[in-house]
């Protein structure tokens, strides 16, 4: 077992945890802001251009047809652009559609400017969680993924209590006040990411940090073509169950507080601003379990949580159910992303570990695409979200029963 827990400069922090954090910033903006600051918008979106459940989930697809294009791209522009320059570019895209939006009326428009606000976030998600393979050996690469995804908490802090404050001014109302700040935002952080993300240790002459393990190396390689795509058709399914729950949670429990729970939007936002402070934590909790237990037994815990929560609100409006709910989705939101990042890496090394990412974020993807048309769908016909919340609650439980099915990984299995 090779140690090789250097930097650049004995006794500086290792560069690696620059690009972690810088990272997280990116998915601040790529993630926080552009998809989960949604939620907290779209009651006054859907009060301000009459729209009902089915629309808001039309809207949400729009966003996620765009996340799908640029997955599927991302193994080729990768390769030609690198890490660096895509995730800048994209945050730059984030940031005008967001501007878009926010001058636009036209359901047609505003669908097609978050479609493009789908693509800057796949632009930013992939080959930000990639960098975790290329800059930290597997005994810290959930650790990592952690700090990488710590960024979409932040985001719904921020969009929980500043929009709740926001008031119409100017000829804009809330909502579009809401955007025209969160371009902004993503206009700086296209700047900082350009400068602090490196693609690869050696385009500084450092070393990735923590352990590596050449026994991990020799199976990765030594694992066939057959086997690798039936590991990743099986991850690539886990992930996708976990897409479509935990989607049709983020983009309709806010609007659930207000028109089932009675809760006034300020009182919704600073309930969600509270999941946002929890959920900064939680990509770090599950990748450190997964560094220390095995990522089979951090994803299997990760989605009994989830499950727990979304059952809490699937059975009835009761107001302890949606704090606990909520209190328990923060603990364990960002938890299977992270562990498939760390996980891409163990299963098909460094070099192998951006494709695999992008394929496993495709199929994550499709899944997120489902879960918000399902259950805008099935509240059309209720006349509330709690069916959808059940259906979701026991899809996170089969998803359990897959991962126990899942063959360990060279690495923390």
Same mark, same amino acid.
């Given at each position: 077992?090779?140690?090789?827990?250097?930097?650049?400069?004995?006794?500086?922090?290792?560069?690696?945890?620059?690009? @972690?954090?810088?990272?997280?910033?990116?998915?601040?903006?790529?993630?926080?802001?552009?998809?989960?600051?949604?939620?907290?918008? *779209?009651?006054?979106?859907?009060?301000?251009?009459?729209?009902?459940?089915?629309?808001?989930?039309?809207?949400?697809?729009?966003? *996620?047809?765009?996340?799908?294009?640029?997955?599927?791209?991302?193994?080729?522009?990768?390769?030609?652009? !690198?890490?660096?320059?895509?995730?800048?570019?994209?945050?730059?895209?984030?940031?005008?559609?967001?501007?878009? +939006?926010?001058?636009?009326?036209?359901?047609?428009?505003?669908?097609?400017?978050?479609?493009?606000?789908?693509?800057?976030?796949?632009?930013?998600?992939?080959?930000?969680?990639?960098?975790?393979?290329?800059?930290?050996?597997?005994?810290?690469?959930?650790?990592?993924?952690?700090?990488?995804?710590? !960024?979409?908490?932040?985001?719904?802090?921020?969009?929980?209590?500043?929009?709740?404050?926001?008031?119409?001014? +100017?000829?804009?109302?809330?909502?579009?006040?809401?955007?025209?700040?969160?371009?902004?935002?993503?206009?700086?952080?296209?700047?900082?990411?350009?400068?602090?993300?490196?693609?690869?240790?050696?385009?500084?002459?450092?070393?990735?940090?923590?352990?590596?393990?050449?026994?991990?190396?020799?199976?990765? +390689?030594?694992?066939?073509?057959?086997?690798?795509?039936?590991?990743?058709?099986?991850?690539?399914?886990?992930?996708?169950?976990?897409?479509?729950?935990?989607? #049709?949670?983020?983009?309709?429990?806010?609007?659930?507080?207000?028109?089932?729970?009675?809760?006034?939007?300020?009182? #919704?936002?600073?309930?969600?601003?509270?999941?946002?402070?929890?959920?900064?934590?939680?990509? +770090?909790?599950?990748?450190?379990?997964?560094?220390?237990?095995?990522?089979?037994?951090?994803?299997?815990?990760?989605? =009994?949580?989830?499950?727990?929560?979304?059952?809490?609100?699937?059975?009835?409006?009761?107001?302890? =159910?949606?704090?606990?709910?909520?209190?328990?989705?923060?603990?364990?939101?960002?938890?299977?992303?992270?562990?498939?990042?760390?996980? @891409?890496?163990?299963?098909? =090394?460094?070099?192998?570990?951006?494709?695999?990412?992008?394929?496993?974020?495709?199929?994550?993807?499709?899944?997120?695409?489902?879960?918000?048309?399902? @259950?805008?769908?099935?509240?059309?016909?209720?006349?509330?979200?709690?069916?959808?919340?059940?259906?979701?609650?026991?899809?996170?439980?089969?998803?359990?029963?897959?991962?126990?099915?899942?063959?360990?990984?060279?690495?923390?299995?």
């Amino acid at each position: 077992m090779a140690d090789t827990m250097t930097a650049n400069r004995p006794g500086r922090l290792h560069y690696a945890w620059i690009v @972690a954090i810088a990272g997280g910033v990116a998915t601040f903006c790529g993630l926080g802001l552009a998809r989960f600051a949604f939620g907290m918008l *779209l009651p006054s979106m859907s009060a301000s251009l009459g729209l009902d459940y089915g629309q808001s989930g039309v809207l949400g697809f729009a966003y *996620l047809i765009g996340y799908l294009v640029a997955v599927a791209l991302m193994p080729v522009v990768l390769r030609r652009f !690198g890490n660096r320059i895509t995730t800048s570019a994209s945050l730059i895209l984030i940031a005008a559609t967001m501007l878009g +939006i926010a001058l636009g009326q036209d359901f047609l428009l505003l669908w097609l400017f978050y479609a493009l606000t789908g693509v800057g976030s796949g632009g930013v998600v992939v080959p930000v969680m990639s960098l975790a393979s290329h800059w930290f050996h597997p005994s810290h690469r959930g650790l990592a993924a952690g700090i990488l995804m710590s !960024g979409p908490g932040l985001g719904v802090i921020i969009s929980g209590f500043v929009v709740p404050k926001l008031t119409p001014m +100017i000829g804009f109302e809330t909502w579009q006040l809401g955007w025209l700040l969160f371009a902004a935002i993503s206009a700086g952080v296209a700047v900082l990411a350009f400068a602090l993300l490196r693609d690869r240790p050696g385009d500084i002459g450092a070393d990735p940090f923590g352990r590596s393990s050449a026994s991990a190396s020799a199976v990765q +390689i030594e694992m066939s073509r057959r086997t690798k795509l039936r590991m990743l058709i099986h991850m690539g399914l886990i992930f996708a169950l976990y897409g479509a729950t935990y989607m #049709a949670y983020v983009t309709f429990i806010v609007t659930s507080m207000v028109d089932t729970y009675g809760m006034s939007p300020e009182d #919704a936002g600073r309930l969600w601003a509270g999941f946002g402070f929890l959920s900064l934590f939680s990509g +770090i909790l599950f990748g450190s379990i997964s560094d220390r237990l095995g990522r089979r037994v951090g994803m299997a815990l990760a989605f =009994g949580i989830l499950a727990t929560a979304y059952l809490l609100v699937g059975f009835g409006a009761w107001m302890p =159910g949606l704090y606990l709910s909520i209190l328990l989705f923060g603990l364990a939101a960002w938890s299977i992303p992270v562990i498939m990042s760390a996980s @891409a890496g163990d299963y098909f =090394g460094p070099a192998g570990a951006a494709n695999a990412l992008a394929a496993l974020v495709f199929l994550f993807s499709a899944g997120q695409a489902a879960g918000p048309l399902l @259950a805008g769908y099935l509240a059309d016909l209720t006349g509330d979200f709690t069916l959808g919340y059940a259906a979701a609650g026991l899809i996170a439980l089969l998803a359990i029963l897959l991962i126990r099915a899942l063959r360990p990984p060279p690495v923390s299995g």
